[in-house]
C-alpha cells in the first residue's frame, strides 16, 4: 500500500501549491454569489494518478487549495456498498477483465446494449482489481478500488462532491441509490450531490441536509434524461423549473464556448446568464490539460479557464477538471522569450506570428537570422528551407544541394539575418558565411544596428531599449564584443549538458552576459519522468551570467510528467530551482512494481572549455554571383497554419526586423 509520505513528498513540487486562485484581472467574479469559482478535481487529480484512487484523492487535497472539492462518481456494488469510480464499465479504469476474464455481461445502459464488467455483478470484497492511470507506469504501484466511506475517513475532505450518474440503472438491478446517498451525506463531508436524472434529485431534495447543493447535470444536447424522456437541449429552456429541485446545473464547457468543426471557438451563448437569471449556479465541465484546445487558446490550459471564469462577460460558478492545479495561482516577473515568434500558433517566423506573440505579452520577441543570396538579413527557424516552408514545391526545387559545412543532406539553403522589434539575436553559421559565401555576420549585424540609430545607446536612459544577440559561436560573440559594448551577448550551450567545469564558466564570461541552455541540461528526464536535477543553472549564476532556458511549448506532450501537463506549474520550477525534483521517480522505484521502474540514465556531460573556445572568424571572401547556384531561390512560402489563416497575404518572410526587448 501506499505511503501518505509521498503525498507530502509530492506536493513540495507543485511550485504553486496551495494557492488559491488565478491571477485573475478582477478580485470580483461575476458568478452567482460574487464568490471565486469553485475548483472540482474530478476522481482527485486524474489527470496524472488512476481515477479515484486514495493516491489520486489525497494528492488533490495536498496539492491544491484548501476549498477544492474532491468529486466522486458513485457506484454500487451487488451488496449495496458505494464506490468511487468513473465509468460504469469498470474495465475501462481498472484491471477486472484480467482478474474475472469470465465475468463480461451485456446490459442496457440509457436504452443502448453495452457488455463489460458492471459493480452490480460482484460484492465489494471481490473488488480488488487495480485502478488504471494515464500514463501505463503507475499501473504497476496496484492502486485499489476506494469506498465513498474509506474515501471520508481516510481523506477527510472540506468538500465532497458525490455525482450519481445511472440511477436508473441500479434501480432495475434491485439497488436503491438515493437510500445510499442519504445515508452517506449524514457523515458531514458532503456538499454537493450531482446526477443527470433530474427524478433522482428529486428523491433526494426533502432528506438531505439543507447545506448540501443538488445540481443537475446536462449531457450531450441529443441525448434524454432517463427520469423525464426529455433531451437535455429542450430541457435548456426550463430552467425555471430545474430551479425548483435544484440549486445549480452542471454542463459541458462547449455549451458555454461552442466550438466549430475546424476547431475554433464562437461566441459564447446567454447560458451563464440565463442560469444566473434562474436563480441557478451553473458550473462547466469537461476540463483537462491533455485534451484537445481549441486554436483561439494556443494550447494553454490556463487560458482556456480564464475565458470560463474571467472573460469580462460571465464567470461561471465553478470548474471540473482532471488537473486541479489549472486554477491554481499563475506565476509571474519572468522573461518570457518568444520561440520564432508565436510558433505553436502560426508558422515561424512570420509577421502573424511575430505579431501574436507581441499581443501574447512575451517579454522577449526572437529571430533566428539567415541571409539571402543577396545579403538581406531574414528572420528564418533554419537555414535549410526544406525545414519550414513549401520550396520543394516550387520552381526553386532543383537547386537542392549538399553543402558539408552545415549538413551533409540536401537542401535549399538561406544565407543571411534580419531585424525588426525584437529581442534575441540568434547568429549561426556565421563562418561559413564569412569563407565560403563572402558575408561578415557581425559586420552586418553592427551596420544594421547603426543604421537604426542603436550604436549611440544610452544604457542609463529608462527608455532605450535593450538589445541582446545570442550564437552558438563563441568566435562569433568574441568579436562582437569588442564592437558592440553596449549589448548584451548571450552564448548558447550545447544540448544536454550535464555540468559547466568552473574554467569553461571563467571563459564564457568573457565573451558573453548570459548563456541559453535547454530544458534537459537542467532536468534529466527518463520516459517522461524526472530523474535529477543539474547544476547548470546555479554554477552559471554563481559567476553572475543570467541564464534562460529553451525552448517551452502548451502542447501537453511537451512537459515532463512531474509538470502535471501544464505549462505554468512546468515554468514555475524552472524560476523556483530550490523546489526538489524527481519525487515522481522515487515513487516509482519506491512503491511499483517492476513494470513501473525507470531505466536507468546515463549521466549527460560535462562541458569544459575546449568545447567552448573556437579560432577568429575567417576574414569574409567575396564571390561572385555566379558563386553560389544554391542560393539563387528567395523564401516562397510556408507550411500551411490551421484552416482559418491559410489564405492570409501576411505571410512575409523577407522582412526587415529590429530585435529588441519590450520594456
Known amino acids: 500500500m501506499l505511503s501518505y509520505r509521498w503525498i507530502l513528498l509530492l506536493s513540495v513540487v507543485v511550485v504553486v501549491a496551495v494557492a488559491a486562485e488565478l491571477p485573475l484581472a478582477s478580485t470580483t467574479f461575476k458568478t452567482l454569489t460574487g464568490n471565486a469559482p469553485l475548483v472540482i478535481a474530478r476522481g482527485g487529480f486524474s489527470g496524472l494518478f488512476p481515477d479515484s484512487s486514495q493516491f489520486a484523492f489525497g494528492f488533490a487535497l495536498s496539492a491544491t487549495s484548501t476549498d477544492t472539492s474532491l468529486w466522486c462518481d458513485v457506484q454500487l456494488t451487488k451488496d449495496g456498498v458505494g464506490f468511487c469510480l468513473r ?160 440549486s445549480g446545473i452542471m454542463v459541458p464547457k462547449s455549451y458555454i464556448w461552442p466550438v466549430t468543426s475546424d476547431n475554433y471557438i464562437q461566441l459564447p451563448t446567454q447560458i451563464v446568464k440565463d442560469a444566473h437569471d434562474a436563480g441557478l449556479e451553473i458550473y462547466a465541465s469537461d476540463f483537462s490539460n491533455d485534451g484537445i484546445f481549441p486554436y483561439n487558446y494556443s494550447y494553454d490550459p490556463l487560458e482556456e479557464y480564464l475565458s470560463f471564469v474571467s472573460n469580462g462577460g460571465f464567470s461561471v460558478d465553478g470548474v471540473l477538471t482532471d488537473h486541479p492545479l489549472t486554477a491554481s495561482e499563475a506565476i509571474g516577473n519572468i522573461l518570457i522569450i518568444s520561440h520564432n515568434g508565436a510558433s505553436g500558433d502560426y508558422p515561424d517566423c512570420t509577421d502573424l506570428a511575430y505579431e501574436k506573440a507581441v499581443g501574447d505579452g512575451a517579454d522577449v520577441i526572437d529571430c533566428s537570422i539567415e541571409m539571402t543570396k543577396d545579403g538581406i538579413p531574414i528572420c528564418m527557424s533554419s537555414i535549410n528551407l526544406y525545414d519550414s516552408t513549401d520550396v520543394q514545391n516550387s520552381k526553386f526545387s532543383s537547386l537542392a544541394s549538399v553543402v558539408p559545412e552545415i549538413q551533409t543532406k540536401p537542401g535549399i539553403f538561406t544565407f543571411n539575418l534580419t531585424w525588426e522589434e525584437i529581442s534575441t539575436l540568434r547568429l549561426q553559421n556565421a563562418a561559413f558565411m564569412a569563407k565560403s559565401l563572402g558575408f561578415d555576420v557581425v559586420d552586418l549585424v553592427t551596420t544594421a544596428l547603426s543604421n537604426a540609430g542603436y550604436d549611440n545607446m544610452d544604457p542609463t536612459t529608462k527608455n532605450n531599449k535593450e538589445i541582446m544577440i545570442q550564437s552558438k559561436d563563441s568566435a562569433v560573440l568574441v568579436k562582437l564584443k569588442q564592437r558592440l559594448t553596449q549589448c548584451k551577448l548571450v552564448y548558447s550551450l550545447p544540448l544536454k549538458v550535464g555540468d559547466v567545469s568552473d574554467s569553461c564558466v571563467a571563459d564564457i564570461k568573457k565573451f558573453a552576459d548570459a548563456v541559453i541552455v535547454d530544458r534537459e541540461s537542467v532536468f534529466a528526464e527518463s520516459k517522461g519522468f524526472i530523474i535529477r536535477k543539474s547544476k547548470v543553472v546555479e554554477d552559471v549564476q554563481s559567476a553572475g551570467l543570467a541564464v534562460y532556458v529553451e525552448v517551452f511549448r502548451n502542447e501537453y506532450v511537451s512537459p515532463p510528467v512531474d509538470f502535471f501537463a501544464d505549462g505554468t506549474v512546468e515554468i514555475n520550477n524552472y524560476v523556483q530551482l530550490q523546489v526538489p525534483i524527481g519525487d515522481l521517480a522515487q515513487l516509482l522505484d519506491a512503491e511499483c512494481s517492476t513494470g513501473g521502474m525507470l531505466p536507468a540514465l546515463a549521466p549527460m556531460p560535462v562541458l569544459n572549455s575546449s568545447d567552448v573556445i573556437e579560432p577568429p572568424l575567417p576574414a569574409a571572401e567575396p564571390k561572385s554571383a555566379a558563386g553560389s547556384s544554391a542560393t539563387n531561390a528567395c523564401v516562397v512560402g510556408v507550411l500551411a497554419p490551421p484552416p482559418l489563416f491559410s489564405s492570409s497575404r501576411e505571410y512575409v518572410l523577407l522582412a526587415t526586423l529590429l530585435l529588441l526587448q519590450m520594456l
Request: hydrophobic content about 40%; proline content about 3%; overall charge neutral.
Open 87 to 246: 465509468d460504469l464499465l469498470m474495465q475501462n479504469g481498472t484491471t477486472i477483465s484480467q482478474v474475472y476474464p469470465g465475468g463480461k455481461q451485456t446490459y442496457r445502459i440509457n436504452g443502448v446494449p453495452k457488455t463489460g464488467w458492471f459493480p452490480v455483478d460482484y460484492n465489494m470484497s471481490l473488488l480488488t482489481n487495480a485502478l488504471f492511470s494515464r500514463t501505463d507506469k503507475f499501473d504497476f504501484c496496484n492502486f485499489r478500488i476506494f469506498s465513498v466511506t474509506g474515501f471520508m475517513s481516510s481523506i477527510e475532505p472540506s468538500s465532497l462532491w458525490l455525482n450519481v450518474e445511472h440511477d436508473v440503472f441500479y434501480t432495475e438491478h434491485g439497488l436503491n441509490m438515493t437510500n445510499y446517498i442519504l445515508s452517506v451525506q449524514k457523515l458531514g463531508f458532503v456538499k454537493y450531490i450531482s446526477s443527470p436524472e433530474l427524478g433522482f434529485l428529486e428523491t433526494l431534495s426533502g432528506g438531505i441536509d439543507h447545506k448540501v447543493k443538488l445540481v443537475f447535470r446536462f449531457l450531450d444536447k441529443a441525448v434524454s434524461d432517463l427520469s423525464t424522456n426529455k433531451t437535455y437541449d429542450s430541457m435548456l429552456s426550463d430552467l425555471a423549473f430545474i430551479k425548483t429541485i435544484a
